[in-house]
């Protein structure tokens, strides 16, 4: 859906501030673009709207090479949220939300009616919200009409510069769990920068460690974690207190999918047998072969300790047993597993 290809950006006083960049997002994905300030991952996100152009190299938008779209045309069919939110502030806050709709010339009738669906959406009640101005919000309600007003125009693709930057670290979470509820609603396809590596890992399907006007590492956020690809990323990694939540956060059932019975394995494998013997199928036959264990955890154990097994042994998934009972398997654990317990909310420990 977006794609960077070879893209370089140098500013007029010769910063190179983007490096050959080449990656891509897919429709309905959320791309989490992380790292250091002044590593290029604004400059990447205004190329993709026009507010900066490439130097070399270019930016498909569904195929569509951006450089030969309208750059206002452009900006209405992408949705943009700032920190500083960037609300008018003598427009009310259904105006506001209503602010792409209208440019686009729908009725105002319509305009307004979308606004309100939008502000209901974003938990901002319309009869309470919407006829307030925005020095009447806080900034957590502020952030959400910046999101509501992105989304309004329904437009396809998402950009999100630290959009939950600017406020509190509870206001933030909440925001941030929010967010994670519309979009597995609205399905944008998303690029969101972040310099906190807890909220790339948090929102992210995958995640793009930048270093600097270069991207480091692009991959899911267990992999980022768990196998970082270069001592940077590493660095970058053991710095933050992402990992910490990791360490704190058990397995819990929910995380867990349904064990697969001995005998569903066992005609899983069997018909295969001939075949190419790929890391699955081998990573089955560990799972049912007596004499090599397979790798297994039980149900409270953290969740650093589960990714680490997880990689260490590259079987895509690992059995979760009864604590204490070795022989009881609750379920198996994938790296989508990890991720979605990464992604439930637990204020309670952000603190710690
Ligand atoms: P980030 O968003 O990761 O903090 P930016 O993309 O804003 O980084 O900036 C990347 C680099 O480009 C920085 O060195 C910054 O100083 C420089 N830069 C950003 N905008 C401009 C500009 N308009 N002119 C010159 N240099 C710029
Ligand atoms: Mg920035």
Redesign the pocket.
Known sequence: MIRFEKVTKR???G?T?VDDLSFEVAEGELVTLV?P????????MKMVNRLVEPTEGRILLGGEDVSAVDPVRLRRTIGYVIQQVGLFPHRTVLDNTATVPALLGWKKARARERAAELLDLVGLDPAVFGHRYPEQLSGGQRQRVGVARALAADPPVLLMDEPFGAVDPVVRERLQSEFLHLQATVRKTVLL?THDLEEAVRLGDRIAV?GQGRIEQFDTPARVLGAPATPYVADFVGADRGLKRLAVTPVTEADLETAPRAGDAATETAPRAGGSGGSAEAAADAATSPADPSPALPLGASLKDALALLLQHDAGRIAVHAPGDPDRVLGSLTTDGVHRALRRARPELSSR
Request: aromatic share 12%.
């Open positions: 500013y007029a006083d910063t501030a790292g300030s002044g590593c290029g991952k604004t400059t990447t920068v930048y």
